[in-house]
């Protein structure tokens, strides 16, 4: 599928990314460190000012003898200083995110599409040789998805060396499972990264039928839920709700907003990280589609009455 | 901008509400005898009709025209004035001395302004948050001349406080402009982030929280889990600084300050509470793993048939493709 000069474009790009990713790390790591040293120095600090001070007390009632050169002062210096680096490498590492961010809006996957392997119900796809989108790379994407490693796409899970694309019966039905995860990964990273351009375009068309963020918001706020719950809700017949559903599991919604279940022998429908990410920036643009959401719930902030 | 320098709008701004008060005192006698009118009116009109005739008296007076008219001239000018005191509100300083603020015996210092009383600027601060004058903002006092600051030690601490109520006065005036506060945005992503997350979200926007309250909401019963709660405040204490969102009122009370409160209206409107979606069972994924048959989901999709180019573009991105 690839030429041997676009193989060799990705494996560049996976490796510029790995670098950029070393670099977060070393500065995270160096945080954290900073946060524990000064954690460390304030409870000395505390502990040093009240000896110090009862003794300046005892020194000037008993002797009339002014105070030397406080400890306590050179600790608080020490600590300035280190709140001084740590703001210092926050800016910094704010800005590599950023960085990593837009890089991983165009990152290729290495996986080579060429040669699927069968793992029972699953296939894998293993990346190129050279491309090292390792643990370190893999780890770090999901810190800023605020989740667990592996990257978990649904059917589709990004590992340290290969993707594996579960209960996909063939190559054909992998990859395309594998182009709906990455288009929702895609969309995650346009999320965080406030790049709200095709999120946009995909909110105002869900915007053009309130069943269809009807059913997006009843999905929010229930999870899982059968045709039947979903249409008691939004007080449509059954037909009308699995229309609607159906609409929007078709290629013209890509990634798609919800899907079917996975437990065995369910007709229930829930929503995709997608259909997640779409339906929270609804709420976030249109205040008013809360309404419905807030009336069960949420309460209200002395200021807000 | 000094806060006396806008005194005169926001006296104007008095003048113009008393009077647009009266006029609606007015309004609401007119369109009392305006009701009586119209059904004079109606019946006289039915009447003509009945004989054919054409009706034409007036269903609305002159008078009561000409008032409704001057009543939204008034609230047009009150808004008008109300947007320019906020505008210069947004840069505004306190004429306020130069010199080391003083502490009394009771903890209180007393900084009293230099030149006329401001009594309607303070009035109109006050109003935004449907306050009386003195108007308190996290213990900190505004008077038309003076401010009061309590429970402080030192004089740093007064300037601190001062630097807060500033900012707070901008903030005010930055709302009702219908802008964001970037303090406020900063800090609502920095809890979101942080690893703090759960324990600010039990604060529920609540006024006062105390250890136990959190401890008790957070089913938080071994010493690592209570060392969290107490961690939570001293280390965004130190990490936001000036931009930390509660008010310590004794050990182990917090209050959510004035900034505070907004960073958690913000935070619910960013972030609305809605029920978790119940996540999928993790299942760890290896070569040579045997995977349980599932039932497959019907065949919903139309979107098995993929170009190369389309497949190229989503997974080796842009560049490649």
Known sequence: MLTEDQKRQVIASVQRFEEKVSEYVKGKTELKDYERKIQVKMGELLKVAEEERQMEIAMEVLYGQSKKESVAGKIEEEIKSLQKKTEILRNELTKLKTGLLEQMRNLPIPADLENPKQEDSSIAFPFFEDAKLGKEGIDTICDLFRQEPPIDLGDVIILPGRVVVKDAPSKQEAISKFVQAIRSFRMRVDSLSKSYEQIDEMVERLRKSSQYSGILKVLLRQGTLSLKEIARILGIDERKAYDTCYNLTRSNWSPKPIQRAHAPHSGDWELTLAGEILVNRLLERYPDERLELNSKGTTQTELEK | ?321
Not at chain 2, 9 to 16: A, M, P, S
Not at chain 2, 196 to 219: C, F, M, P, Q
Not at chain 2, 248 to 270: A, H, M, T
Request: net charge neutral.
């Open chain 2, 1 to 321: 901008m000094n806060l006396a320098d806008i005194e005169h709008k926001c006296k104007e701004i008095d003048t113009v509400r008393k009077q647009l008060e009266t006029k609606q005192i007015e309004l609401q006698r007119l369109e009392s005898e305006d009701k009586k009118k119209t059904q004079q009116a109606q019946i006289l009109e039915r009447l003509a009709k009945l004989r054919g005739d054409k009706y034409e008296g007036e269903h609305e007076s002159e008078e009561l025209m000409k008032t409704k008219k001057d009543a939204e001239d008034y609230q047009k000018r009150i808004k008008i004035l109300e947007r320019e005191v906020f505008k210069d509100l947004m840069d505004v300083t306190f004429p306020i001395p130069a010199e080391v603020p003083k502490i009394n015996s009771e903890r209180r210092s007393v900084i009293n302004f230099e030149g006329t009383p401001c009594n309607h600027t303070i009035k109109f601060i006050a109003s935004i948050l449907n306050s009386n004058v003195p108007f308190e903002l996290d213990k900190t006092e505004l008077h038309p001349d003076k401010i009061i600051v309590t429970n402080v030690e030192k004089p740093m601490q007064v300037v601190e406080r001062l630097e807060a109520l500033h900012n707070n006065v901008v903030r005010l005036a930055r709302i009702a402009l219908g802008e964001r506060d970037p303090d406020v945005e900063s800090v609502v992503d920095y809890l979101y982030g942080s690893n703090y997350r759960e324990v600010w979200e039990a604060v529920k926007g609540r006024k006062k929280i105390t250890y136990e309250d959190l401890n008790s909401e957070l089913e938080a019963k071994t010493p690592k889990d209570q060392k969290k709660i107490r961690n939570f405040f001293t280390n965004i204490e130190q990490i936001l600084g000036g931009k930390f969102p509660f008010i310590r009122e004794s050990p182990g009370v917090y209050g959510l300050s004035f900034l505070g409160s907004l960073v958690w209206k913000r935070y619910r409107d960013k972030y609305p509470e809605v029920k978790e979606i119940p996540k999928k069972p993790h299942r760890e994924v290896s070569v040579g793993d045997v995977i349980e048959e599932e039932e497959k989901p019907g065949p919903s999709t139309l979107n098995k048939y993929l170009s190369n180019n389309e497949i190229k573009e989503v997974i080796y991105g842009k560049e490649v493709s």
